[in-house]
């Protein structure tokens, strides 16, 4: 049976080897996909071990994505421009690839939610880590005007010359009321920081959540729930967390293992909110 896993800290939470169970089984597929708590000391190590050991595909999600994208031997032009990897791939002779389906996934969510194939004419990313970067191009190539705001503007200021058109903004301009996107087309307002995960509060004035269309976090389930109910007190008109996200990330994922298979994701994304309110 071919092995799958899930790099991560924390991961018990996560649901990714239900839903590849759930891909497998549109397909007759058998495999095996576990959960592999890490850390930054012995993640190296595991990736080696899990693939020596004839490991078929794994997955890395926080805190890792940056540091797989160093481990790899072969990156993909869209990893290499996000500076990080959410995929990995074996390809014989200790030859391993990294690719990040992330930005994939969310553009397909937010599609999904908004009805529109341009999600929103601005879409603000607050963040500046691996995951906030692997979404930059697939928003930009959808048609969307992309915003990195992050705590250290000088961070992300050089993602500039990676990608045209970005714009940068200070953590603390969230803080006061929106003013140069007032009277903007519309716009979408996403949390790629991991501040959920602690249960900490962003410092974002009311009127940025008001005024969004759509407010996001990557996170999914009690994870995003510090971030929505602060949205939904601000006056959010639709909030959603990054479930549909993850399920469209692992099917490119799934896809990329199995030689192109790309599994029915609304069937899987709603057994899971199913089981989840069971």
Known sequence: MTQFTVFGNPIAHSVSPKIHQLFAEQFGLQLSYSRSLSSVANFSGQVAKFFRDGGA?????????EHAASLVTHLTPRAKRAGAVNTLIPLGLGQLAGDTTDGFGLCRDLQRLTGEQ?????VIVIGGGGAARSIIEPLQAVGSEVVIVNRTRARVEPLRDLFAGLQVMDLTQLALPPQAIRDSA???LINATSASLQGAELEIHSEWFAGAELVYDMMYGAHAQTFLAQAKRGGARMTADGLGMLVEQAALSFALWHE??????ATVLEALRTSSQS
């Open 57 to 65: 595909g794994a997955n890395v999600t926080v805190p890792f994505k």
């Open 118 to 122: 341009l999600p929103a004419p601005t």
């Open 186 to 188: 519309g716009f979408i």
């Open 260 to 265: 192109g298979l790309l599994p029915n994701t």
